[in-house]
């Protein structure tokens, strides 16, 4: 693409996002899109989907064109994941949880959905998410393991260069575990980093950048989350790129 396409194409991106009042969203969308289309990404898979914001987002926002599939154990939420998934023949979607085993387990509703977690509200957690995060329901949900899930994955849809992206509120580093070596497999890695406290046994950011550090997943970005809650930071989205495919 011609740079001065490019650039109109951005700040009319960067427009679009301001009058929608998403304008704090610009830098994950430029490097999700730069990521995506660079490491010729084919299959994105979306943990903790909720009602498919971020994969909205990849395709309307990013450009994405290829494979998604998003997982969402919240039955209530994943009825309107559906909905919004049925008119994209490219996007899949899963009534059920990512873990770091097979089987079933206790899934937390939050009075605001979006906090729904296979974890418990932290009894550290900030005051200003005490009445919205905390438990209203529990459901018995199915939980699969990434690396027995992944072989049916790709033998039903032929993806070669997937890309992790979770959201999975104090669960990420589980999921991750629950990839085992099939983690090596993906072109990058998307998760939630702790800074305060929100989950009991969540992890915190610097524990998460060292465990991906250890399996060889760098940082290619960060992206701070603490609107509303100035100064302090929240948590953090962390981009991070297989290192086997870039040279330090």
């Known amino acids: 693409m011609n740079r001065y396409v490019r650039e109109a194409a951005d700040r009319l991106l960067a427009l679009r996002l301001a009058l929608a009042g998403r304008v704090h969203q610009y830098p994950e969308i430029q490097a999700l899109k730069r990521f995506l289309s660079g490491f010729k990404v084919d299959c994105l898979f979306d943990?903790?989907?909720?009602?498919?914001?971020?994969?909205?987002?990849?395709?309307?926002?990013?450009?994405?064109?290829?494979?998604?599939?998003?997982?969402?154990?919240?039955?209530?939420?994943?009825?309107?994941?559906?909905?919004?998934?049925?008119?994209?023949?490219?996007?899949?979607?899963?009534?059920?949880?990512?873990?770091?085993?097979?089987?079933?387990?206790?899934?937390?509703?939050?009075?605001?959905?979006?906090?729904?977690?296979?974890?418990?509200?932290?009894?550290?957690?900030?005051?200003?998410?005490?009445?919205?995060?905390?438990?209203?329901?529990?459901?018995?949900?199915?939980?699969?393991?990434?690396?027995?899930?992944?072989?049916?994955?790709?033998?039903?849809?032929?993806?070669s260069r997937p890309f992790l992206k979770m959201d999975t509120q104090g669960h990420d580093l589980s999921v991750c575990e629950g990839a085992g070596a099939a983690l090596a497999q993906m072109t990058g890695v998307q998760t939630e980093l702790g800074v305060r406290p929100i989950y009991e046994g969540g992890t915190g950011y610097r524990a998460m950048i060292e465990w991906l550090d250890a399996r060889a997943f760098i940082p290619s970005a960060f992206f701070a989350n603490n609107k509303g809650h100035f100064p302090l930071l929240v948590e953090m989205d962390g981009i991070f790129v297989n290192r086997a495919l870039v040279q330090d």
């Not at 498919?52 to 290829?66: E, H, I, L, V």
């Not at 899934?107 to 906090?115: G, K, L, T, V, Y």
């Not at 005490?130 to 699969?144: D, F, G, M, S, Y």
């Open 47 to 159: 943990v903790g989907a909720n009602r498919g914001q971020y994969a909205t987002m990849a395709r309307k926002d990013a450009g994405y064109r290829g494979l998604i599939l998003s997982f969402e154990p919240n039955p209530a939420v994943f009825a309107e994941l559906q909905m919004r998934a049925a008119s994209d023949r490219r996007w899949h979607v899963f009534n059920m949880a990512l873990s770091d085993f097979d089987g079933t387990a206790d899934f937390n509703i939050m009075a605001a959905d979006q906090f729904s977690s296979l974890k418990a509200p932290s009894s550290a957690q900030d005051d200003i998410f005490a009445r919205r995060n905390k438990v209203t329901q529990t459901l018995a949900t199915p939980c699969r393991r990434l690396d027995t899930l992944l072989p049916e994955l790709i033998a039903q849809h032929g993806f």
